[in-house]
């Protein structure tokens, strides 16, 4: 058969052989890694990161994918890396990489460790050790087109395919930290075109893609002679054929390095009359482009000045100048809201832990297993994205064992989500107003939450960064985790000073009913002392195991602290005590109450500071002083004021058949505040 018929009846063969090639990929399931039990939670967590690997955040946007999951019981982590053809295009390494983690777990069930190439298209591996940054050749494997090269051209052929691949090694292997990839053609004898591509992963050096490369060629030889064939090894891989298998038009460009300007042409001296005028032209060229550029520079410029200024004066009223400059950290706590989705299932109502007046709240769970509670805000907070960045600086800042942790954020359109930590006991009224929960709540372990919440308080009050004023303290923003610590939430109401700052007046009042101080509710005026009236009011909450607003004695309701002042004079204050609770040290639980009444007395001076009521509870060689009458703004003229400005809402907190509403007072819109209510119910 003439060299062109034979040429022209093997490319009609290449689908064919194609074919032959995919099918001879395969997979390679590794055993000395160890299996894992069928239905287990290494099966679960291995399947939750397969589908989360060919996700944006996992991806560099060239094809490569990286992932880790640790395990919840131990050290052990299970790790993936996903790579793509460098001529595939998005979609197609998309569907490719979706389909093998279906295709690879089943083709190598319960092994720890498996790799698999499939459609030339994509590798996927994952181990239970670290693989990524690691050069790896083995295992590999080797596929090839079934038909030879002519017995005659087998020498020429051999040495430009030697040549090409040696040429686009040396490329791909330079291909930097994005992608290693590179392809090319030659000219072969019999007027054929050998087409080659070579690729290693992103994550190893140059070297050691070069390395990897030439151990891949040296295994040629497993396939000398044939017109085509190719090796894969975890690292690299390459392939060359008799007709272009690849598409060099969806190779998707890297970013060009900054343009280096070339010095300007000289000016051609053998026409003197038309060098000046296009001397003369050039000169009139660059004045006009130098003015124009000067007017748009200054323009700019000035934009960014009173975006600056905007920005400094935002801020200001947030926090203190030394902390303006850690404002640009925001993005390292910013999620990706396909993370956030994958996490709580979409959203489903199955992971739905309650529903507030600023939106819905989310149990979730990230990649690495740690759980967490999302805040889905409702879209017309309006909230700008940089007031909303710097809110939740301030409140990432916060760190203490007794104030729930704010993990981030995410930003994204109008969604705005803060992710905050999961804490699994929800709300400490849930706990504490429920007859029957609250029976299984000792006094060592109401003890315990008022200590906590004291050593919160003086963390705001004094120990911070910034001295912050909650304004909202009570019980359904204390969350309780699995050992029963409490931790302070909602700072949506929050007012932030400087170290040397202690009070502060304002025109908007904020907070809920029964728990604000009367100076406060009536005046605006605030301080620490605001927050020691509210946590008064939520230790004798604690004590009683009642609401503050609708306190039952008997066939009667009255206000708890009308009723704690009445017992504590007629020396009866035992008749405070909850019912329920029928152990724990009598003297602990009245000088609790003792405390409690010190707190909510109307007169500001003498209220104790947060840091003397944590020396009262931990010391009773403190003596206490006699408390007076507690400010009962219910009965004063404060009814009609106390309504001017202020906008009422009122939230509804659902888990399972539980509901609970609170009637709360927010802050209007353009408040500077902090993040508002989050926690899971």
Known sequence: MPAMDSSRFLFCLFPILFLIINQALGQVCINEKGNYTTNSTYQTNLNRLLSSLPSDENGNGYGFYNASYRLNSSNEHIYAIGLCRGDVKAEGCLSCLNKSRYALPQSCPNRKEAIGWYDDNCMLRYSNRSIYGVMETEPSTTYYNINNVSSSDLDGFNQELRKLLESIRSEAAAGGSLRKFAFGNTSAPSFQTIFALAQCTPDI?????????????????????????????????????????????????????????????????????????????????????????????????????????????????????????????????QFNFDTIRIATDDFSEANKLGQ????????????????????????????????????????????????????????????????????????????????????????????????????????????????????????????????????????????????????????????????????????GHFSVKSDVYSFGVLVLEI??????????????????????????????????????LTNGSRNEIMRCIHIGLLCVQENIPDRPTMNAIVLMLNSYSVTLPVPSQPAFFRDSNVGSDMTLGWKNSSEVITTGSDRSKSSSVKAPEHEVSLITEVYPR
């Open 205 to 333: 050096s140059e070297q050691l893609c070069s390395d990897c490369l030439v151990g891949a060629f040296a295994d040629i030889s497993s396939i000398y002679g044939k017109v085509g064939g190719g090796v894969n090894k975890p690292s690299c891989k390459f392939r060359f054929d008799l007709y272009p298998f690849y598409d060099p038009t969806s190779v998707k460009q890297l970013p060009s390095p900054p343009p280096i300007h070339s010095p300007p042409p000289s000016t051609n001296t053998t026409n003197t009359s038309q060098g000046s005028k296009s001397s003369k032209s050039r000169t009139v060229i660059i004045i006009v482009v130098s003015i124009i550029a000067s007017l748009l520079l200054a323009m700019f410029m000035g934009i960014c000045l009173r975006v600056r200024k905007a920005k400094k004066k935002l801020q200001s009223n947030l926090i203190p100048d030394e902390d303006v400059d850690e404002i640009g950290s925001a993005e390292s706590l």
């Open 356 to 523: 507030g007046g600023f939106g819905s709240v989310y149990k979730g769970r990230l990649f690495n297993g740690q759980e967490i509670a999302v805040k889905r805000l409702s879209v017309n907070s309006g909230q700008g994205d940089l007031e909303f960045k710097n809110e939740v600086l301030l409140v990432a800042k916060l760190q203490h064992r007794n104030l729930v942790r704010l993990l981030g954020f995410c930003l994204e359109g109008v969604e705005r989500l803060l992710i905050y930590e999961f804490v699994p006991n929800a709300s400490l009224d849930h706990i504490i107003f429920d007859p029957i929960k609250r029976a299984q709540l000792d006094w060592d372990r109401r003890y315990k939450i008022i200590v906590g919440i004291t050593r919160g308080l003086i963390y705001l009050h004094e120990d911070s960064r910034l001295r912050i004023i909650h304004r909202d303290l009570k019980a359904s923003n204390i969350l309780i985790d699995e050992e029963m610590t409490p931790k302070i939430s909602d700072f949506g109401m929050a007012k932030l000073f400087g170290v040397d700052q202690t009070q502060g007046n304002t025109s908007r009042i904020v907070g809920t009913y029964g728990y604000m101080a009367p100076e406060y509710a009536m005046h």
């Open 543 to 580: 004590v009683s195991g009642q609401k503050n607003n609708s306190f039952r004695h008997g066939e009667n309701m009255e206000d708890l602290l009308s009723y704690a002042w009445k017992c504590w004079k007629e020396g009866t204050a035992s008749n405070l005590i909850d019912p329920a």
